[in-house]
C-alpha cells in the first residue's frame, strides 16, 4: 500500500521568496513520485517526475525537488516565487502496481505582491 | 493536438438521473483513467482502462460504470446519481503504465440536487 501526505494544505509567501511545498510518503516498492500543478478550474500539469535515477529533479518554470530516501520525503522548492505560482499543488505517488497511484490532498500555494 | 478533452464542462443533475461523462485523447495512449476531485482529498482513482475494450475499477469505484470501446475514448457513466458524487472529474491518459507521466483534461464538475 502507498499513503502520501502533504504537510501543508496552504502556504503563502511573498513575490520574490522561496517556495518549499513538503511531501512525505510511504511505499512498500520502489516508488515513483510526482509533482503536478493545477491553476484555477484546470486540469492537472506535470512539473516534474523521479523515477529512481538522480535525487535531484529539475522541474519547469524553475521548480525542483530532492527525493531523500531515508527521510521518505520529496519536496519541491524554487528560489523565487512568481506570482504565476499560485495554484494548487499535488504530490503523487505511483509504483509498478498500476492501479496503485496515490495524490495528496494538495497544497495551495498563495504569492503576495 | 487538443490532448485530453472533456465533455460536458459542467452538469447539474437531480438525485436519480443518469448521465455520461466522454472524455477523448489524441495522443494514441493506452491507458487511461477517471478520477474524482474532492476538497482536502486530492484526486481519486475511479476506474482505468489498460487498452480498448479493457477496464477495471480504481480505488472508489462504486455508483459508477465505464466502457472503453475505442480506444481514444474513456466514457464514464453514472446510472442513478447521489449527491455524494456532487465533485470535479478529471480524465487523464498516458503512454504506459502509472509510472509513467500522465496528461489530464480540464475537468467536469458535476453538481447533484
Known amino acids: 500500500a502507498q499513503s502520501v501526505t502533504q504537510l501543508d494544505s496552504h502556504v503563502s509567501v511573498s513575490e520574490g521568496t522561496p517556495v518549499l511545498l513538503r511531501c512525505n510518503y510511504s511505499s512498500s516498492y520502489s516508488p515513483s513520485l510526482f509533482w503536478y500543478v493545477q491553476h484555477p478550474n484546470k486540469g492537472l500539469q506535470l512539473l516534474l517526475k523521479?523515477?529512481?535515477?538522480?535525487?535531484l529533479v529539475k522541474g519547469i518554470n524553475g521548480f525542483e525537488a530532492e527525493f531523500k530516501k531515508s527521510e521518505t520525503s520529496f519536496h519541491l522548492t524554487k528560489p523565487s516565487a512568481h506570482m504565476s505560482d499560485a495554484a494548487e499543488y499535488f504530490c503523487?505517488?505511483?509504483?509498478?502496481?498500476?492501479?496503485?497511484?496515490?495524490f495528496g490532498a494538495g497544497t495551495r500555494l498563495t504569492v503576495k505582491p | 493536438n487538443a490532448g485530453v478533452t472533456q465533455t460536458p464542462k459542467f452538469r447539474v443533475l437531480k438525485t436519480g438521473q443518469s448521465m455520461t461523462l466522454l472524455c477523448a485523447q489524441d495522443?494514441?495512449?493506452?491507458?487511461m483513467y477517471w478520477y474524482r476531485q474532492d476538497p482536502g482529498m486530492g484526486l481519486r482513482l475511479i476506474h482505468y482502462s489498460v487498452g480498448e475494450g479493457t477496464t477495471a475499477k480504481g480505488e472508489v469505484p462504486d455508483g459508477y460504470n465505464v466502457s472503453r470501446l475505442k480506444k481514444q475514448n474513456f466514457l464514464l457513466g453514472l446510472e442513478s446519481a447521489a449527491p455524494s458524487q456532487t465533485s470535479v472529474y478529471f480524465c487523464a491518459s498516458s503512454y504506459s503504465v502509472t509510472q509513467e507521466t500522465q496528461y489530464f483534461g480540464p475537468g467536469t464538475r458535476l453538481l447533484v440536487l
Open positions: 523521479y523515477t529512481s535515477a538522480a535525487t
Open positions: 495522443m494514441n495512449h493506452e491507458y
Open positions: 503523487v505517488v505511483s509504483a509498478i502496481l498500476w492501479n496503485d497511484m496515490r
